[in-house]
């Protein structure tokens, strides 16, 4: 389905995705984790289209994404939804309005300049929200929501575009434990429930290995590590943040039940 | 961190040589200012200013904004006696009646003024001013002017030549040239300013107005006294309106239009939306440009085009603002976050949605708080630029004080237009908190 | 070619309502003359109307003879003299006229030497053009600040000009009058006249020190490009005003008057000659 | 509190009173666009209609008078040199006008201001007072006094300071009283504690706190008011206003003056334009530090 | 040396201190506790006349301080110096400074606004830094200090006044157990060394105990305690603070040992 071929993006003399080639065959959940810098968000925002690859191609059913221009472009990322770490909602703009904001390629711009949206797609917006647990903040604005319910919004607003592929970049990394989970669990639960492909910057391991079907590891721009969940070890995990033997997974972690483990150690 | 290797005289100099500059700065900073404005002093010549200064016309002002006079002159060659207040046509009793305090019989016209003063038109060219205390004082025309007073030396207050005489007291005044006869009679308020004599509502009680019989057979009372008062001829109290009307419209349109215009150049001029370096510096340039070249110079280029009228004030304002708030639009623009543009962006919006949602409601609030104070404050400029134009109360006002005479309007337009500007300054504030903290869109 | 309203620009020192009030007989005569809805405006100085008339924008005003000359030198064809206001004599000129305050003890323009000198509006005829000529060709002396005069500037109207003097913020003035009458009064008819009858001055504590020769009154114009019938009808109108209603015509004329009598491009010519010859220096 | 396990409204109460807001909403942004445009399009007709041109007769002659000044200006264009010298003077009256106006002003407002400013007010209860002074010398256009001051006081600079100094103090001591708002009255605490008087309060406690906004404030002021010191000058307040307008009356033979005064007048403004914003900005960075 | 007598602050209908009445008649540190609203920060803002008071009288050395207006008001504020919970320093301005503010009812308006302080305050403000331990920080804007910090120039400015009496207004609930130490330290210093009388309003039990000689503790406007601090028994703290037999000193005591030991029974 997904076919990266030697992806490449250079800032400068700096490759922050280098080389970057795998396949991903069928719907599936996929987690890329590397540490701060190794270029996983560069190389989704290249997916998305919201970064130009310097080299390679990316190829989706087939088809060469890579070098879409215009409303070719626009249309490729209607497909492939993205959610981001800060969420990128428009805070000023109601719960419901920013759900619709998915719907923008669809519908013709005049419409929507003066929020005309179809009663339809309002309704389908609330549905997902529902969904997700948070139709009750429907009218509220976006700025008004916690930091978690504000991700649901971001990913009921990827739901809505109705897309083959849903990126999100660290999703969780703004989030506290107890949102972690719901986020993580809502993310899980669509790829299952829908069978859209999800695949997730993601900063801890622990996450990494609950929800995803395969994990890739990054390093500085290259893909380090391809496989499943079990073969991650700690041993590999070591290879890809480049730490020494004094790292402790639990200093990362953002399972609730770690934490609570973790606070003892600490206070111990 | 404590430096041990200091002493506490060390520390005790440091503090000193510390104190040393900010007393330096401390006194240097208002002795520049002092010595600034001992320059402007001398350079603006404030000493002269007690020379120039005429308190006797900031009295006339003063008098004239809350008093009106009441001219009763005799035309020395016919004989002919006119009563007028402030001298003016439409304000002129008719013939043969006389307000209370002026008695014709015949040649013979009996003056009262206040505080027991009075002054007699008799036959053969004579008038006499009975003053209480200094005594009478007569004047006759022979055919120059000849005045007989009761002492030797000539009050200040009277200003004699063989061609004219003036008379001026606390009371009122009694001019006497070969062409007429002249005396003011001062009262308090502003004269006919509800009515002028020659409408039946004149002088009616606004009770009777109310309830009382009709007045006028043709109108009802309410009706008739409307249009009387908004027509009133001295007052012009309707075209006063529409000039008030004219200058908001002045500054709502030129606001508007500025902020219209404006918006999409700001996109152009802004870092983050134009990456093309010479279309964002000729934009910038423009609205410098623009924005240099005050409203009053375009008011006077646009004459020329338009004429006269409160468009061209419009057009000015517009112009210089679309300088002004397209400055601070780009700034606004540059300062917005990337982050809701690339929002939604990554949905595959068009460029005008993304416009539209990641970018318009994150300035919205800046936007607009600064077009209602634009609008508030060129309700100002538009008073000004009236002035040049030719529209608006502005104009009212800059020619009735050319005049230097109608005193008793220039009030009234102040008054209004200082009512004008706090009422914009009231609404731009209520729309301002209603907008900016209900709905961003 | 059809109008669909005509527009006249009203000037004089007086408040702009005044100005509505005086020409509003007027604009409804034209109005039921031509049947299109006339339209007053009351620019705020000479330059206003000009530029109207360069614009196109008024159809009708009464110009000053040098406005006249101004619009004539920019624009030939923008505007042609149709009427004269008369003085009651039948005459059709007035003076400028000099004056300082008596106590100042200057009687003439020789005492100037030194002194502030005030012209009203730089488009004025007796405020600025001819005295501006007249004076310096007489008293062999220039106009510029500092030579002869200490200082020479403008206050911006008759009417400034005739206070600024009277409270000496000025040594002396120019402004106009119709030379008839006495002094004591301001003479019959002027800006002087109307700040006497306004109580504004006591002529007692003024005296003349300058009078010019006569100078033409400025000519009602009539914008050219109008179509002909227009102009036809208007100025058999302005010319007729004073038969038809007197107390129109004194309206109009801001004063005593005898009607409006025809006047063409010729009688301005002097004047026009006169305003060249200061624009090329 | 996770609101999964929320109960809610059943989802099709909650579908429809959104679309119920929705349509509210859309109403009453459809009636606000279409009062605006109402307002804008009859605005602009009753402002074409009492013009004495159209705007759309006049538009095609929009560069005519700029053309007739920039050309007559070209044409001497070896005088100019001599011109801008020649009115230098008139410009230096007029930067001075605006600058003793704002320094009077901003020293008026300021008064104003603290006076005005709830806890730090020298008299309480006169607070309501101070700000209705504030509100009228605010409301004031400066060609409002600086005319009735020509009279009283006779032409020249001080009328037109007068003016706009008091005009500034409204405006200001607005400004000025915003920011006390805004300031911490600890300090101020801290110096009665010791038993310091008003002015020391004021001047020790506040104005540390205020100074850099105060600044910027005035600069920006400063800007403006070069601008209405010039505008006055056209009134008769002298200065390089009165200058233009009695070269722009007089027409052409005089537009390379205007030209000039025009030249020496935007040059200024830009200049003082662009050295107060970077002043500003400087001051604003260091506001927040 | 003071002596209040039926001292009363009303707000409206609500009476913050109460007809309060006690007499101190030797220099002495003291300590006034309550819990949060009790009217302790109102008592000593009375005392330094911050706020007038209601009803009754503050005389020192038997001169009314009650109703002294204008200068002789600012004089007695000069004589009794004040320390706030938040420092109330001009933070923009340089720590000399704000010590020799402490001189400002000395001298003239005028030499303070040019910054005219006379060489011998200035080196006076340096010693007293000096003694407290904070001269190297001299020309440094106040804000950049930390709180302990600041609160030693606070104390500097109030020593500078050469005061008799120094009212403390929670010199310590701002800051971290180690700088609040540090700060206790000083004024218990202070009021051996130079023998002034030192009113410190304190929020925990042990601090009291610890450096008072005599406690006074007040509960809603009243003094329900005066005593020594061995007289403040656990029994008579749950008075005061109108606790139930819950109540443990741990839960606010800021003695750092006190801490240590209170995490362990959080977490524990
Ligand atoms: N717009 C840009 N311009 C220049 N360099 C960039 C840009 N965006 C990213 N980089 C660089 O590319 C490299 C990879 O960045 P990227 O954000 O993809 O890393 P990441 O794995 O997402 O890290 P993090 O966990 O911190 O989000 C980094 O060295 C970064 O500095
Ligand atoms: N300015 C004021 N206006 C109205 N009420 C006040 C004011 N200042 C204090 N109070 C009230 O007086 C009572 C006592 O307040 P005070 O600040 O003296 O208590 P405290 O013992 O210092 O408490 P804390 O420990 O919280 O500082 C409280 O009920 C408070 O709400
Ligand atoms: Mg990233
Ligand atoms: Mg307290």
Same mark, same amino acid.
Not at chain 2, 183 to 189: C, I, L, P, S, T
Not at chain 2, 294 to 301: E, G, H, P, V
Not at chain 3, 91 to 97: F, R
């Given at each position: ?17 280098? =080389? ?54 626009? +249309? ?57 647990? /948070? ?134 | ?20 500059? +900010? ?63 402030? &001298? ?14 002026? #008695? ?21 060219? !004579?008038?006499?001013?009975?003053? %209480? @205390? ?77 309830? $009382? ?6 109108? *009802? =009372? ?146 607009? *708080? ?43 337009? /102040? ?27 | ?79 042609? %003299? ?8 039948? *005459? ?18 020789? &005492? ?38 200490? @200082? ?66 400025? %000519? ?6 109008? %179509? ?47 305003? +060249? ?5 | 509190? !996770?609101?999964?396990?929320? $109960? ?159 005009? !500034? ?12 708002? =805004? ?17 020391? +309060? ?8 205020? #100074? ?44 390379? @003056? ?32």
């Amino acid at each position: 389905m997904l076919r990266i071929e030697q992806l490449t993006k250079r800032f400068g003399a700096n490759a922050a995705v280098d =080389n970057v080639s795998f396949t991903i065959d069928k719907t599936a959940m996929i987690g890329v984790i590397g540490a701060s810098g190794a270029g996983k968000s560069t190389l989704l925002r290249m997916i998305n289209r919201l970064a130009d690859a310097s080299e390679g191609t990316i190829a989706f059913q087939g088809r060469d994404v890579t070098r879409l221009t215009g409303s070719a472009r626009r +249309k490729w990322q209607s497909e492939c939804a993205m959610i981001f770490q800060q969420f990128n909602l428009v805070p000023r703009m109601d719960v419901v309005s920013n759900v619709l904001h998915g719907t923008l390629n669809r519908r013709s711009t005049f419409s929507t300049l003066f929020n005309l949206y179809p009663t339809e797609d309002i309704h389908t917006a609330i549905e997902i929200l529902d969904r997700l647990g /948070i139709a009750d903040h429907a009218p509220k604005r976006a700025e008004a929501l916690s930091g978690g319910q504000q991700q649901r919004v971001a990913i009921a607003r990827a739901l809505m575009q109705d897309p083959q592929i849903i990126l999100a970049d660290e999703p969780i990394a703004s989030l506290d434990p107890m949102n972690a989970q719901i986020v993580m669990d809502a993310l899980r639960r669509i790829h299952e429930e829908d069978g859209r492909m999800v695949i997730a910057n993601l900063h801890t391991l622990d996450t990494a290995r609950r929800y995803c079907d395969r994990v890739i590891g990054m390093r500085m721009g290259r893909v380090v590590f391809d496989g499943t969940p079990d073969q991650l070890t700690t041993g590999v995990a070591r290879d890809i943040y480049g730490a020494g033997a004094e790292f402790s997974e639990a200093a990362t972690s953002t399972d609730i039940n770690a934490l609570a483990e973790a606070r003892h150690a600490v206070t111990a | 961190m404590t430096d041990a290797s200091l002493s506490m005289i060390d520390r005790q100099q440091a503090a000193q040589a510390l104190f040393k500059r +900010k007393r330096l700065i401390s006194v240097a900073v208002p002795a520049v200012i002092l010595l600034y404005l001992t320059y402007i002093f001398f350079a603006f010549d404030v000493m002269g200013l007690a020379e120039r200064a005429r308190l006797d016309n900031a009295m006339t002002l003063i008098r004239d904004t809350y008093s009106y006079k009441t001219h009763v002159t005799r035309a020395n060659r016919s004989g002919e006696v006119t009563i007028a207040k402030e &001298g003016e046509r439409p304000a002129t009793w008719p013939e043969g009646q006389s307000p209370d305090w002026v #008695a014709i019989d015949g040649e013979t016209v009996t003056i009262d003024l206040p505080r027991g003063h009075s002054v007699l038109f008799l036959p053969d060219q !004579t008038a006499v001013y009975r003053h %209480p @205390e200094f005594g009478d004082i007569t004047a006759k025309l022979d055919p120059s002017v000849t005045i007989d007073i009761p002492e030797d030396a000539l009050p200040e207050w009277i200003s004699y030549s063989r061609t004219r005489l003036d008379i001026r007291t606390e009371a009122g005044r009694l001019t006497m040239t070969r062409a007429k006869t002249e005396v003011f009679r001062y009262f308090f308020g502003w004269e006919l300013f509800w009515y002028t004599l020659d409408s039946p509502y004149h002088g009616t009680p606004v009770w009777t107005l109310l309830f $009382g019989p009709q007045i006028d057979a043709d109108r *009802s =009372n309410i009706a008739g006294a409307w249009q009387d008062f908004w027509a009133n001829p001295l007052w012009h109290h309707g075209k006063v309106a529409w000039a008030i009307g004219e200058t908001i419209l002045m500054a709502f349109l030129g606001t508007m239009g500025a902020a219209l215009v404006a918006l999409p150049l700001a996109f152009l001029a802004a870092r983050s939306f134009t990456p093309v370096v010479v279309v964002r510096q000729l934009v910038r340039r423009v609205f410098d440009f623009v924005r240099g070249v005050d409203a009053l110079i375009f008011t006077i280029l646009l004459s020329r085009a338009f004429g006269p009228g409160p468009l061209t004030g419009a057009l000015a304002i517009l112009l210089t603002d679309t300088g002004s708030l397209g400055k601070l639009f780009s700034e606004a623009l540059e300062n917005v976050d990337q982050k809701q543009i690339e929002g939604v962006s990554s949905t595959g919006a068009k460029p005008l949605q993304r416009y539209r949602f990641g970018v318009i409601p994150q300035i919205t609030p800046v936007l607009l *708080s600064q077009v209602l104070y634009f609008l508030e404050s060129n309700t100002r400029s538009a008073t000004i630029i009236g002035a040049i134009t030719g529209g608006g109360i502005g104009l009212m006002l800059t020619q009735a004080i050319i005049t230097q005479k109608d005193w008793e309007e220039v009030s009234y337009y /102040i008054v209004l237009i200082v009512l004008m500007v706090i009422f914009m300054d009231w609404l731009s504030g209520i729309l301002r908190r209603r907008l900016i903290k209900g709905g961003g869109h | 070619q059809e109008i669909t309203e005509f527009r006249i620009g009203i000037l004089g020192g007086d408040n702009v309502q005044s100005r509505l009030n005086n020409y509003q007989c007027f604009a409804d005569y034209i109005a039921e003359e031509l049947n299109v809805e006339v339209k007053l405006f009351t620019p705020a100085d000479y330059n206003g109307v000009i530029q109207g008339f360069l614009g196109g924008t008024l159809d009708l005003a009464w110009f000053g003879a040098s406005s006249y000359a101004a619009l004539h030198l920019q624009d030939p064809s923008a505007g042609e %003299p149709i009427a004269v206001k008369t003085n009651l004599d039948g *005459s059709y000129s007035y003076h400028s006229i000099g004056f300082a305050r008596k106590d100042s003890g200057i009687t003439s323009v020789e &005492g100037l030497e030194g002194k502030v000198f005030g012209f009203g509006d730089p488009n004025s005829t007796s405020g600025y053009l001819i005295p501006s000529v007249e004076i310096p060709a007489q008293y062999d002396v220039t106009m510029e600040s500092g030579d002869f005069f200490g @200082e020479v500037k403008f206050t911006g109207g008759h009417e400034q000009t005739i206070v600024a003097v009277y409270n000496g913020d000025i040594d002396a003035g120019v402004t106009w009058a119709d030379g008839l009458g006495n002094w004591e009064d301001g003479y019959n008819s002027g800006a002087l006249r109307r700040a006497v009858d306004n109580g504004l001055v006591d002529m007692n504590e003024l005296v003349q020190i300058w009078q010019s020769k006569p100078i033409p009154e400025g %000519p009602v114009t009539i914008r050219e490009a109008l %179509p002909a019938d227009v102009k036809e009808k208007v100025t058999a109108l302005v010319l007729g005003l004073y038969e038809k209603d007197q107390e129109c015509a004194y309206n109009v004329a801001f004063g005593e008057t005898a009607g409006f009598f025809p006047i063409t491009h010729e009688a301005y010519e002097t004047i026009i000659e006169v305003r +060249k010859k200061k624009i090329d220096g | 509190m !996770t609101d999964m396990t929320q $109960g809610g409204a059943p989802l099709a109460a909650t579908q429809d009173s959104y679309m119920a807001m929705v349509r509210q909403k859309r109403l009453y942004s459809g009636i606000a666009i279409l009062v605006f445009v109402v307002l804008l399009v009859s605005g602009f007709r009753v402002a074409n209609d009492r013009n004495a041109g159209g705007f759309f007769d006049g538009i095609h002659r929009i560069f005519d008078f700029p053309a007739d000044v920039v050309g007559e200006a070209w044409e001497k264009r070896a005088d100019l040199a001599g011109l801008l010298w020649k009115y230098l003077p008139d410009l230096i009256e007029t930067l001075n006008i605006a600058a003793v106006a704002t320094l009077l002003g901003a020293a008026l407002g300021l008064v104003l201001s603290l006076l005005s400013t709830r806890g730090m007010a020298r008299w309480p209860v006169l607070i309501p007072l101070f700000r209705r002074i504030m509100d009228v010398t605010r409301a004031l256009p400066e060609i409002v006094v600086a005319l009735v001051l020509i009279y009283m006081l006779g032409g020249g600079p001080i009328p037109a300071m007068i003016a706009i100094a008091l005009h !500034t103090a409204g405006a200001l001591g607005k400004l000025y009283s915003e920011v006390n708002e =805004n300031a911490d009255l600890k300090p101020v605490d801290g110096l009665t504690s010791v038993g310091a008087t008003w002015s020391q +309060k004021m001047l020790l406690g506040v104005m540390p706190q205020v #100074a850099p906004n105060y600044l910027s404030y005035g600069l920006l002021r400063f800007e403006i008011n070069i601008r209405a010191s010039a505008i006055l000058g056209f009134v008769g307040a002298g200065g390089i206003g009165y200058e233009l307008r009695n070269s722009m009356a007089w027409g052409p033979g005089r537009f390379d @003056e205007a030209a000039a005064i025009f030249i020496l007048l935007f040059v200024t403004i830009v200049v003082v334009d662009q050295l107060s914003s970077s002043l500003r900005n400087r001051l604003s960075e260091g506001a927040k530090q």
